[in-house]
């Protein structure tokens, strides 16, 4: 149990606030030249205070908005939390720093945090992109949409290409390997939900061993990635 001096956190992304991730491209695919450049000009610039997540789910959504949140202010992979440590958990959130040790999941590891995957696999559990931070990686622009002191603007900036295709694979052998000498996932039911209780940074140290070993499948084409 949380306990009421637990912080919860949850993540707030917004993928559609941007030109290159998979919700972006979905949505565009098949528009010609004229329908995209209004696309682009309709796109909602991302405001910490009221814009929704996207695909996070209802819980995601119910934290968000409760009363006494706080919000990281990046555009595309923000974080929402609540609880006595949610400020200083959210707090300068880098923008060229989507999910690494400037993000709130930099924090949540030197905070000892756990994982709850609640009816969801470990395709998405976003910890593992910490790992990515962690050796050597490719990098890429990323692109999104902001509220300037004189309106909507677009902004960019240069981070790690951000790769989840393989998160399953890598869940899998964490919980079949002898990682660290043990098995600390704790396994059960929330409902109707199949859930798993993860410590974050014995899943991240996995995973950075895991990946220093070798990524061994072709990556995804690059721009991608379900985060941006």
């Not at 919700?23 to 796109?43: I, N, V």
């Not at 300037?148 to 890598?170: A, I, K």
Request: hydrophobic letters at 35%; aromatic letters at 6%; charged letters at 25%.
């Amino acid at each position: 149990m949380l306990g009421s001096d637990g912080t919860l956190v949850v993540p707030t992304f917004t993928p559609g606030n941007s030109l290159t991730s998979r919700t972006y491209l979905a949505r565009t695919r098949g528009m010609s030249k004229r329908q995209l450049s209004a696309h682009h000009a309709r796109m909602t610039p991302f405001h910490a205070a009221s814009t929704p997540s996207e695909g996070m789910g209802a819980i995601a959504e119910q934290v968000r908005t409760a009363v006494g949140a706080a919000r990281s202010d990046h555009p595309q992979t923000s974080f929402a939390a609540l609880g006595p440590g949610a400020k200083r958990t959210v707090a300068h959130h880098a923008r060229d720093c989507l999910l690494g040790e400037r993000s709130p999941l930099g924090r949540l590891y030197d905070g000892d945090a756990d994982i709850l995957l609640l009816g969801v696999g470990f395709e998405v559990c976003t910890a593992f992109h910490l790992a990515e931070y962690r050796l050597p990686a490719p990098t890429r622009r990323y692109d999104c949409r902001v509220m300037g002191r004189s309106g909507p603007r677009w902004t960019s900036f240069v981070d790690v290409d951000l790769d989840d295709s393989d998160f399953g694979e890598l869940g899998r052998w964490l919980e079949t390997s002898t990682h660290h000498g043990r098995d600390p996932v704790a396994r059960g039911r929330v409902g109707a939900a199949d859930s798993r209780l993860i410590p974050l940074r014995w899943a991240v140290d996995g995973a950075v061993a895991w990946m220093a070993a070798g990524r061994n499948r072709p990556r995804i084409p690059t721009g991608q990635a379900d985060r941006a």
